[in-house]
Each structure stands twice: as structure tokens, then as C-alpha cells.
């Protein structure tokens, strides 16, 4: 869990045709920027004295937050318990397998909270039945947000003295709230927007059909704090499977909630008439590795979406709102 490439960052001018920061956060032994967050709750959770040698810890989980607190769990030598949906990569499924871990998934959403809603009802449901189970809830978990606070951010901040924007994905907004407590702390001139998803209720906007895990939810998350967040981008799933496809023709394999918040970050910086040398960074949370089944396959983009790869000529849908607007929460 210690060993966490803190310091690359990928200037993607080349490919997306000006000057944007990517800090990519895969490498590390659960492949993804959860890794921070996971050891941070588990940690909080053996101070309190609340896990001792052979505890079960359960979790709903994406994937990612699944695979990395499989990781802290073998590590410690804790049974891990993850309950994740049908949109889960078969990569990550089985890395939480193979880990050790026992995975539960879910094959219908909840008719009001999505497959979110469904995943914590069942998490709810299995830990009523079973005592020991220790359920971290990552959604309402402060050591979610404070793993990025008390790392991602001075991590930003130490390389980019002078940095402008900062773009950030929100799934359980641990990221995002880790990184926007820490620049309103430490360096408030910094402007903090957040990527996410059309179809995703996190920022208040309507309930839709989304297929790529990561980012977006069906149910708000309770550590969101939407005061923290200058503005708000949501994208469109094609728009995320157009940049991904974009960025690999230049050599960069990365995951669907990269192409999501790059995707975003350029719909921002044009809108908002960014000036060429404006200092901005987006966080990349993982490779494309786990995604070549999804967002990188023909066939299953032409099942999802009607087309393949090219995705069709259709304009970018991102938007921005304003953190403080009726539809930002």
C-alpha cells in the first residue's frame, strides 16, 4: 500500500490539441486512485480498535474501491466482502477473486437509487444478517475524502505552485472532496470542477442510463459537500468513449473515467474562453487495462450505444452549472 507513483503527469497537448495536465494515479499494486482512500478508511478503522485479526469488511463497490480494499484486505489479513453490479468489468471481478475476496453481483437496479441503490440495500441486508461484518460505506465516510486531503492534493500543489484549475471525476466524491477541502484550505485561487456524468443524480440532475462504471451515482453521496466545488461538467458516456478513443491513437490506454474527465475539462476551458497558458490538471484514476471489454470493444459499444469505436460525428454534450445553481444540489 505504501508504493504509489505520486509525481506523473502527462502533458496531452499532442493529443487533445492543448496544454492539460493528466496526473495519472494507476500506478500503484491496486491499479487505480482508491488504493488512497481504502487504506485511509481501513486505517481509521484499526485505530478506532473497531478491526482485529480474521474481521470481514464489506463494501459496494464499482469495481475499483472493490479491487483496492482487496488489496488492503489480504494485505491484513481481513476477509473483504464486495457488492458490486453487472457493470463491473469481468477484469475487476476477477482480480477480487482471485485476491480472496467474496463478491456479490447485482443483476437489477432499484427502481429510485439505480444499481447504487440496489448494491447498499443489499450491503444492508448482509450485514443484517451477518453481526461481524464491518461495512466501511465509502459514500458517508469521511476517511474517503481525507486519504486524497492528506495526499492527492499536496501531491497537485507541490508540483503545480501556480496552478489554475483543477479538474476532478465524481463517483463517491472522495476524490473531489479530499482535493477541494484542501486547495479552499491551502490555496484558494485554485478553481475546483467537477466531471461527471449525464445520467448521474450526484449534482442533482436527472436520473439516466449509464454503462461505464467509475464515475456518477444513483444515490448522492453523503460526504459531497457541493460549497467546496467552484463549478460542475457533466458529459455524455459517448463523449467519454470518443476521448478514450482519442487518447489511445496517441499511445494512452486509460479508463473510461479518464476520457470522462478530460472530455469535460476541454468542454470547460473552451467554454469558459481559457486562456493557452492557463496552468490545469485533471486526475486520471486508472488505466484502460480493465475497460478493453467495455470502451474498447466494437461489438459491445455498438450493443450499448448503436455505434462502434468512432462513436459518429455527433458534438460534445458537456455542460457547466455553477456549484451554487438549483440543479448542483
Not at 89 to 100: C, K, N, Q, V, Y
Not at 152 to 159: N, S, V
Not at 262 to 284: C, K, M, P, Y
Not at 288 to 314: C, E, I, P
Request: a negative charge; aromatic letters at 8%; charged letters at 20%.
Amino acid at each position: 500500500m505504501d508504493f504509489n507513483v505520486e509525481d506523473l503527469y502527462v502533458d496531452l497537448r499532442r493529443s487533445v490539441g492543448r496544454r492539460l495536465f493528466l496526473k495519472c494515479e494507476g500506478f500503484n499494486f491496486a491499479g487505480s486512485v482508491k488504493l488512497k482512500a481504502a487504506a485511509e478508511m481501513v486505517e481509521a478503522k484499526e485505530r478506532a480498535g473497531e478491526l482485529t485479526p480474521g474481521s470481514t469488511l464489506i463494501e459496494s463497490s464499482s469495481g475499483n474501491m472493490g479491487v483496492a480494499l482487496s488489496v488492503v484486505a489480504a494485505s491484513r489479513g481481513y476477509r473483504f466482502v464486495c457488492v458490486t453490479d453487472v457493470r463491473c468489468t469481468r477484469t475487476a471481478i476477477r482480480l477480487m477473486e482471485t485476491l480472496g475476496s467474496e463478491v456479490h453481483i447485482i443483476g437489477e437496479p432499484d427502481p429510485e437509487g439505480g444499481f447504487l441503490g440496489a448494491r447498499l440495500a443489499y450491503v444492508r441486508r448482509l450485514c443484517a444478517a451477518n453481526s461481524g461484518y464491518l461495512w466501511l460505506n465509502q459514500y458517508a465516510n469521511d476517511g474517503n475524502w481525507m486519504g486524497h486531503y492528506r495526499t492527492t492534493g499536496p501531491e497537485i500543489a507541490k508540483a503545480f505552485p501556480l496552478l489554475d484549475v483543477l479538474f476532478i471525476g465524481a463517483g463517491t466524491t472522495g476524490t473531489l472532496m479530499g482535493c477541494a477541502n484542501y486547495f479552499r484550505e491551502n490555496q484558494p485561487s485554485v478553481t475546483v470542477v467537477a466531471v461527471d456524468v449525464v445520467g448521474s443524480v450526484t449534482f442533482g440532475t436527472p436520473a439516466g442510463r449509464r454503462l461505464i462504471p467509475g464515475l456518477g451515482t444513483g444515490v448522492r453521496p453523503g460526504i459531497l459537500d457541493p460549497s467546496c466545488v467552484d463549478d460542475v461538467v457533466h458529459v455524455s458516456e459517448t463523449d467519454t468513449v470518443r476521448m478514450c478513443h482519442r487518447l489511445v491513437r496517441g499511445g494512452f490506454l486509460f479508463g473510461g473515467s479518464t476520457g470522462t474527465v478530460v472530455s469535460g475539462a476541454l468542454d470547460w476551458l473552451a467554454a469558459n474562453g481559457a486562456a493557452e497558458d492557463v496552468t490545469a490538471v485533471a486526475i486520471s484514476p486508472d488505466f484502460g487495462t480493465n475497460y478493453l471489454d467495455t470502451v474498447y470493444d466494437d461489438a459491445w459499444l455498438t450493443r450499448s450505444y448503436g455505434t462502434g469505436s468512432g462513436t459518429g460525428s455527433g458534438t460534445g454534450t458537456g455542460s457547466g452549472t455553477g456549484a451554487g445553481a438549483p440543479d448542483a444540489g
